[in-house]
């Protein structure tokens, strides 16, 4: 016949008893006083291999031990020098810290009372015939009447003789590339103006492209207008400049400024002296 194993039974889950927990060990000694004999015990130990301090019990007052009288006086060691530096005199042996250097005793009589006949009277008023006052320094003569007074000083006038020759050596150039042209009263652009020129205006060209750009697009009124071509021309502008500075060679034109370069510089000279004085 078939048996079977299963049933219900078994899905009821099976009771887990714990068993039960042995009670902790203790020691039969007192914890703390296990404690106070292990600290007592290393002190000792301690104390047995110190190489410094009082020995342990040697404070302990004793009743043999009292302070006696001056026993805390503060006592002086005679040194090592004085007690072996000795010498013999006449047989017997004195020590060099007893003797002391008397004073040579003087055997001429005082010089008190002598007279050397000189009339100190006489002499003083004599003396004060034959002086003179000091002499007074005379004050210093004023400003007004000096040599150079209302004059340029020496270093201005160098200081300006300097700039002049720095004006005259900058022209120069300019003034001989001006006869070598065929032009009159014009001078050939340099190179490192003509580079600093196209810079400046392709900033100045990027400068006013960002304002064109941040303008409205829907123009509203007359004057929003009217400012939208006037950047537009100015743009234009820049972009025909810096074309124009693009070429070799570029001429530049000094009859606006001046007639001519020799009057040019004077007026730089002028400029220059009243800079300076």
């Known amino acids: 016949m078939w048996e079977s194993f299963e049933s219900i039974y078994h899905l ?9 927990k042995t009670p902790p060990i203790r020691s039969q000694k007192d914890e703390r006083v296990y404690k106070f004999m292990l600290k007592v015990q290393e ?3 301690q104390r047995a291999r110190a190489t410094f301090g009082h020995v342990p019990g040697s404070l302990n007052p004793r009743p043999d031990n009292w302070l006696k009288k001056h026993s805390k006086d503060p006592k002086i ?4 020098t004085s007690i072996f530096s000795f010498w013999i005199v006449g047989g017997v042996a004195r020590c060099s ?5 008397k004073a040579s005793i003087p055997h001429e009589p005082p010089t008190h009372g002598l007279d050397s006949g000189k009339n100190w009277i006489e002499e003083n008023g004599r003396t004060a015939l034959k ?3 000091p002499e007074v320094c005379p004050p210093p003569p004023p400003m007004v009447s000096k040599k150079n007074n209302g004059r340029t000083p020496k270093y201005l006038l160098k200081r300006i003789k300097d700039a002049l ?5 900058a022209t120069a150039p300019s003034e001989e590339s001006a006869r070598k042209c065929k032009h009159p009263d014009c001078r050939k652009l340099e190179e490192e103006e003509r580079q600093q020129l196209i810079i400046a205006l392709k900033m100045k060209w990027a400068k006013l492209n960002r304002a ?17 071509e006037r950047m537009e021309e100015e743009l234009a502008q820049i972009e025909r400049d810096v074309q124009l500075l693009s070429r070799r060679v570029v001429l530049v034109s000094e009859r606006p400024s001046s007639t001519s370069p020799s009057s040019r510089r004077k007026d730089q000279r002028h400029l220059v002296s009243r800079a300076i004085g």
Not at 214 to 219: F, M
């Open 12 to 20: 009821i889950p099976e009771v887990v008893v714990q068993p039960p």
């Open 97 to 101: 810290a007893h003797t002391k250097l």
């Open 43 to 45: 002190e000792a130990r």
């Open 165 to 169: 020759q720095k004006i005259d050596d």
């Open 131 to 133: 002086s003179k006052p």
């Open 77 to 80: 060691i005679q040194s090592l």
């Open 212 to 228: 064109y750009q941040a303008y409205p697009s829907t123009i509203d009124t007359e004057s929003m207008k009217l400012r939208r």
